[in-house]
């Protein structure tokens, strides 16, 4: 059986620790704009007030809410809002966030401007 130092496992765990904690992010900054862990466009809702969502039921079926989980805003344009049904979803400035379903693969940007109120979020 091999000995594996100390610091070498030390080092592993932090790698290993550090690789995953960057894979739960909810969100990140691509091709000049947001996209959610899967690289799938990121949107806001102009229906939307200031950190209160008013895309529920159908509109949630077709504009998933981006989910905070238990990931910690990456600065300060990022924050949480408290959906009606007590779940937390990301916000950037103020606005939910969410994805399109009939975005099929990453860098689809189907749903930016749909009925003039869903905007893709550019940085």
């Known amino acids: 059986m091999k000995s594996v130092s100390l610091g070498t496992a030390v080092l592993f765990t932090l790698f290993t620790f550090s690789a995953h904690a960057s894979d739960t992010m909810p969100v990140k900054k691509s091709g000049g704009m947001l996209v959610d862990s899967k690289g799938m466009t990121v949107y806001t809702y ?24 238990d990931a910690k805003p990456m600065d300060a344009d990022y924050s949480t809002i408290t959906r009606a049904d007590g779940s937390k979803q990301l916000a950037y400035k103020g606005k939910p966030l969410y994805t399109f379903v009939k975005d099929k693969k990453a860098g689809d940007k189907v749903g930016d401007k749909v009925m003039d109120v869903w905007h893709v979020v550019t940085d």
């Open 46 to 69: 102009d229906k939307d007030s200031a950190g209160k969502s008013a895309c529920a039921g159908k509109c949630a079926q077709n504009w998933p809410p981006v989910m905070a989980g």
